[in-house]
């Protein structure tokens, strides 16, 4: 296989593609979203080097492979943002702001607070990384919930929708601060209130400026190309438009990510009527085979960078203990902010609860950045960070469910004391 590094990477490609299709069909059958299957598939071909089989060794390490994941995260992130529109956060309704700045305020804080107090001799970067990976919402998780139960038009769910974009726009601002501060860290210097106040700024400025451009920008791009013939313009017109941002945001010292979810979020189906009265499918649809094959790479090699000897250690199960109780905890302070007398608060917070890809998606970031070339966020860490994700993901759809059930049932007897 030396002869041609290819083979190493078709080869690894195959057997995680293969594994995550296998563990995402058991995890449906179980009730659960594929993505804890994927995560867990990655779990288990990381271990398989302790029992003694080396078969899977250095899928994780492979660069190319490495890169084909990031790309599906971004792909993911744009993916996110296609299923809403700017509209779409301009008409929540302050109930859903409140929910979802109390959703990111009170994990952060809990987040930091557990990493202060159960790692005191840790930098404040991990505590700050810890909270950030808190605010994370997988909102995909509890929209699957509802839509089995048919309730997606219930107020509720309208309210954690809607709290859900704006929840992921703040998280991306917490996780741009909290990367700046290590990047300044990281060359031997802390980040000033200057600096500090120059990355929040430009991580608020490029979302709303590349929000607010693109929206007048993009009918007339998608209007120009049109005019191509040939197929596939569609498709290849968004991507273009993805990696741009995605560029873009890199280069200003954002994560890519936050590019690409911004230009998720810009297109609309009425920028590309044209492409789908010419017969073409709808954007959703094209992206979808791409997301398919990049996105379960990335979580099958979340799960492999999981040191499950970690887990014979007491210090990361107590942390992972402690995180998900203060994820859990965190996001109910949500309920503090449902107005109405009409929406079941409970709900809105347990439909807050899963971290899922989101949560995957920070910590790997932390995982990735280095001061003075250790890691941020260490294998312990990142290790109690995806219990956290898997327990939160396998506990929303049985407590919603019973929440809704509760608050259906609950109505009919309610309603003679008003």
């Not at 301009?90 to 929910?99: I, N, T």
């Not at 601060?177 to 990047?183: I, R």
């Not at 860490?381 to 049985?398: D, G, N, Y």
Request: net charge neutral; aromatic share 8%; glycine share 12%.
């Amino acid at each position: 296989m030396h002869d041609d590094p290819i083979t190493f990477v078709v080869l690894g490609l195959a057997v995680i593609l293969a594994a995550a299709k296998i563990a995402g069909h058991v995890a449906g059958r179980l009730g659960q979203p594929a993505v804890l299957g994927e995560l867990l598939a990655g779990v288990a071909l990381g271990s398989a080097r302790y029992a003694g089989i080396p078969w899977f060794d250095g899928f994780d390490s492979d660069p190319s492979i490495a890169i084909l994941a990031h790309l599906g995260v971004i792909i993911l992130l744009f993916e996110v943002g296609l299923e809403s529109t700017v509209r779409d956060m301009l008409r929540v309704g302050w109930s859903s702001l409140v929910v979802a700045v109390l959703g990111v305020a009170a994990p952060f804080a809990f987040g930091w607070a557990v990493g202060a107090l159960l790692l005191p001799e840790r930098s404040v970067y991990v505590h700050a990384f810890l909270g950030a990976t808190l605010t994370a919402t997988s909102v995909g998780i509890t929209a699957r919930v509802l839509r089995d139960l048919g309730r997606t038009r219930t107020p509720e769910a309208r309210v954690i929708l809607g709290a859900a974009v704006i929840d992921d726009v703040l998280g991306l601002i917490i996780l741009a601060v909290a990367t700046g501060a290590v990047a300044a860290a990281d060359a031997g210097r802390a980040l000033s209130y200057g600096e500090f106040a120059l990355t929040l700024v430009k991580a608020v400025v490029f979302l709303f400026g590349a929000l607010s451009l693109g929206v007048y920008l993009s009918p007339r791009v998608f209007r120009v190309a049109a005019r191509l013939s040939g197929g596939g313009v569609l498709l290849a017109t968004a991507l273009v438009f993805c990696f741009l941002l995605a560029y873009l945001s890199a280069r200003i010292g954002l994560a890519p990510i936050i590019g690409a979810y911004a230009a998720g979020l810009i297109l609309e189906d009425v920028h590309f009527r044209q492409f789908v009265d010419r017969g073409e499918r709808q954007l959703e649809e094209l992206v979808h085979p791409i997301s398919s094959f990049l996105v379960p790479v990335f979580f099958v090699l979340m799960g492999m960078r999981v040191d499950v000897t970690a887990f014979a250690h007491t210090e990361t199960l107590g942390l992972a203990a402690v995180l998900t109780v203060a994820a859990v905890l965190g996001k109910q302070a949500c309920a503090l902010g449902v107005f109405g007398q009409s929406l079941d608060a409970l709900t809105v917070g347990i439909g807050m609860v899963p971290r899922g890809e989101v949560g995957l998606i920070f910590a790997n970031i932390g995982l990735g950045l280095t001061i003075g070339g250790v890691p941020v966020v260490d294998r312990a860490v990142f290790s109690a960070v995806v219990i956290m994700v898997i327990v939160t993901t396998m506990v929303t759809p049985p407590a919603l469910k019973w929440s809704l059930a509760r608050s259906r049932g609950a109505a009919p007897t309610s309603r003679p004391a008003l």
